[in-house]
């Protein structure tokens, strides 16, 4: 391996050594379509060349640990690519390397997606955060989940809990709408706004929300008015397997138990997990097509010439707003709070932990995946694998922080 990044390109070889009998590289395919970012001298954007490759070699020794099986990481910086690299393997009983073009599920960082599509929604006056859940769709209006509030569901702070699939075996439902039905029926397991929960299914319902005021459904309306409008040509919401994109998604892997073997759970020669878009998840997507998400949001609303949001309405989703539900005593020790589909970091009760910063706003996916934009120092991170409960994401960005060098 290099032990400096190139300078007149990002796109190289990562060569990894798996086990005794194999040596992975991961070919990048130059000048496979134009993007946004272009290349630039770590250095010339404030960040440290040899730090940055000592990243890479951090990652690289993950992979030969089996702490992952496989990774893609994207860095931007004042919208120049500093580092964009793929380690380990796509598919490693196919024995087929990473690629930087792999197509990942992106699980829960669907959610800010959607959150945007919600304030999309708003900004139209289809939708509002103080409206009742109950107002739009019928299955909510009971006395259990009558109070529920679409500022509730974005703020996980509805009460709703519980699953509409297994994240690794599927579903009952059929469609989106009969799920979140049978959530509306269920009702909540907490007052709504009393507490905060992660909730997937109070996603779900954010999704059937979209889909009843916009009036198609809630991919049709996500994929015409932000996948096409930011030119996110690698991702898709439903997963065909008759789509070309297919072949190009990485399988995905967990452990049985926790700190055993990766276990291949799901490839693209299957059939899909979930075969409608569920909202709380299902996007799958590329780093880079990630980047030119995060990159809109980090233009306070605006890429390429294309505004989804007012600034206003980025500012607005990528605040602290949970934190209404906490006793002063645990707000007092908390520096991230989620905020409108977005977790966000805040010095507004105590400093945000070194090296970040107040400002921040991120999601991560189950499979392992995170995106991460730093307002304060104009700084996106995509981080990409397809290794099911690891926890490398915020070590990976830490390694990146070390090597800023203002």
């Known amino acids: 391996m290099s032990n400096r990044l190139p300078r007149d390109r990002w796109f190289r070889t990562a060569c990894v050594a798996v086990g005794a009998s194999a040596v992975l590289c991961a070919n990048t395919l130059a000048a496979q379509k134009p993007h946004v970012f272009p290349a630039a001298k770590p250095e010339d954007v404030g960040m440290s060349s040899d730090k940055l490759n000592a990243a890479i070699g951090a990652v690289k020794k993950w992979v030969d640990d089996e702490r992952i099986i496989g990774a893609v990481m994207l860095v931007i910086r004042d919208g120049k690519t500093v580092l964009y690299e793929a380690l380990g393997w796509s598919d490693r009983e196919r024995m087929i390397p990473m690629r930087t073009d792999n197509i990942v599920s992106m699980r829960s960082m669907t959610k800010p997606i959607v959150g945007t599509a919600a304030m999309m929604l708003r900004e139209e006056g289809k939708l509002r955060l103080e409206d009742r859940v109950a107002h739009y769709l019928p299955s909510f209006d009971n006395p259990k989940s009558r109070d529920i509030t679409v500022f509730q569901l974005l703020t996980h702070t509805s ?3 519980g699953d509409i699939y297994v994240a690794t075996g599927g579903t009952q439902y059929k469609t989106l709408r009969e799920a979140v039905d049978a959530v509306g029926a269920r009702g909540p397991e907490f007052p709504p706004g009393t507490d905060y929960f992660y909730s997937d299914p109070g996603t779900s319902t954010v999704g059937a929300l979209i889909a009843e005021r916009s009036g198609m459904l809630a991919e049709d309306y996500i994929r015409t008015r932000i996948l096409e409008p930011l030119g996110m040509k690698d991702s898709f919401l439903v997963d065909d397997p008759a789509s070309p994109l297919r072949t ?7 452990r049985r138990p926790s700190r055993g073997p990766w276990v291949r759970y799901w490839d693209n020669t299957m059939p899909p997990i979930v075969p409608f878009f569920r909202a709380s998840g299902g996007l ?12 809109v949001m980090l233009g306070r609303g605006q890429l390429d010439g294309v505004r989804l949001l007012s600034p206003e309405s980025v500012s607005l989703a990528t605040q602290p707003h949970a934190d209404y539900v906490y006793p002063a005593a645990r707000r007092a020790e908390m520096d991230r709070f989620y905020g409108l589909n977005w977790d966000v970091r805040t010095d507004k009760y105590r400093p945000v932990e070194a090296p970040f910063s107040s400002g921040i706003f991120s999601h991560a996916g189950s499979d392992g995946t995170n995106a991460w934009a730093d307002p304060n120092r104009n700084l996106i991170i995509v981080w990409i694998t397809q290794s099911r409960g690891n926890d490398t994401r915020l070590e990976f960005i830490r390694l990146v922080y070390s090597a800023l060098l203002k």
């Open 248 to 254: 190009r998604v990485a399988a995905a892997y967990q």
């Open 284 to 295: 799958y997507s590329t780093v880079m097509d990630y980047a030119r998400f995060m990159a």
């Open 159 to 161: 009460g709703i809990k």
